[in-house]
Nanobody, 127 residues
Framework: QVQLVDSGGGLVQAGGSLRLSCAASGRTFSRYHMGWFRQAPGKVREFVAAISWSGHSTHYADSVKGRFTISRDNTKNTVYLQMNSLKPEDTAVYYC????????????????????WGQGTQVTVSS
């Protein structure tokens, strides 16, 4: 099993930046595609970004392209989400997730491929 702990959220003004982190433990971290999702109050959890297990491929939701960057450091068992030019619409609880490649992988993973989830970290962007 994999345990994920996401952190780094907070309150920022529009136009500001935050970097979220997700630390993983348990099974081999490098064999998981990783993703970030977010959920605003009253809304369905939506996809934000994904990175392949090797780190060579990334995929982003249209709403965050050019503003957010996903990355990973497998030596530290950590995935990051750098969020720049934040907008009030980005306000949500952000969750990291892991897709076990050994269980059959596709790229990018669909929302039902993710096997493990972090507890979520709140990002609030004020106007």
């Amino acid at each position: 099993q994999v345990q994920l702990v996401d952190s780094g959220g907070g309150l920022v003004q529009a136009g500001g930046s935050l970097r979220l982190s997700c630390a993983a433990s348990g099974r081999t971290f490098s064999r998981y595609h990783m993703g970030w999702f977010r959920q605003a109050p009253g809304k369905v959890r939506e996809f934000v970004a994904a990175i392949s297990w090797s780190g060579h491929s990334t995929h982003y939701a249209d709403s965050v392209k050019g503003r957010f960057t996903i990355s990973r450091d497998n030596t530290k068992n950590t995935v990051y989400l750098q969020m720049n030019s934040l907008k009030p619409e980005d306000t949500a609880v952000y969750y990291c997730a892991a897709d076990d490649v050994a269980g059959g992988s596709s790229w990018p993973p669909n929302r039902y491929d993710y096997d493990y989830w972090g507890q979520g970290t709140q990002v609030t962007v004020s106007s």
